[in-house]
């Protein structure tokens, strides 16, 4: 067990016991991280913010679930995730197909990615039509099969595959504009 690892179940543990400073020391540690997570999601920082300090309420509650047996991290993650997922499947955010038409068809560099910064290519993840970014979010960043993305959003295996194409295909041209302009 690594440092961290083991630094992150002292802290559960600690919890459990009902350490205020432990419970401090776990949000501390991982907020930024959660953070990065629902803003993968979210429409803008504040969404993604009240999605955290939700996710993190429901794995405090939960805590007593978590069985010390993967990282501690990965199930404070899924929490994120799912609590993202949620807002998302409400009727109000349905997620919506979006024609391509707007999007230039120009041809794609593979050193697009090498010469942007982390903070400028989420940003542009974050300006793709929602459905898009979702799935782009599920299935690339979160790793999340078809069938999981699928199940977790109401909609079919085909559908998840098509908007996971359109996807990157409206990511590499934006990044491909990103970089005419900025060239």
């Given amino acids: 067990m690594n440092l961290k690892t083991r630094q992150e179940y002292d802290l559960v543990r600690s919890c459990l016991e009902g350490s ?3 419970f401090k020391g776990l949000f501390d540690m991982f907020a930024p991280t ?18 955290m300090q939700e996710g ?15 990282s501690f991290e990965g199930w404070l993650r899924k929490i994120m995730v799912n609590t993202a997922l949620k807002h998302l499947n409400k009727p109000s955010r349905k997620v919506h197909q979006t024609e391509l038409d707007q999007f230039l068809d120009t041809g794609y560099n593979g050193e697009i990615l090498s010469t942007l910064a982390v903070e400028e290519i989420i940003n542009v993840v974050n ?3 929602e459905g898009y970014k979702t799935v782009f979010s599920l ?13 977790k959003l109401g909609i079919t295996e085909s559908t998840s595959r098509s908007q996971l194409v ?5 990511l590499k041209n934006k ?9």
Avoid at 34 to 43: E, G, L, P, S
Avoid at 175 to 183: C, Y
């Fill in 20 to 22: 205020e400073q432990a």
């Fill in 34 to 51: 959660m953070m990065a997570v629902c803003t993968r999601y979210a429409v803008d920082k504040c969404e993604a913010e009240d999605w």
């Fill in 56 to 70: 993190f309420i429901k794995a405090f509650n939960n805590l007593g679930s978590f069985k010390f047996e993967g």
């Fill in 127 to 129: 300006q793709l039509p």
């Fill in 139 to 151: 299935s690339v960043i979160d790793g999340y099969n078809h069938k999981e993305i699928a199940e």
């Fill in 166 to 170: 359109k996807a990157k295909k409206a």
């Fill in 175 to 183: 990044l491909h504009k990103i970089m005419k302009l900025a060239g």
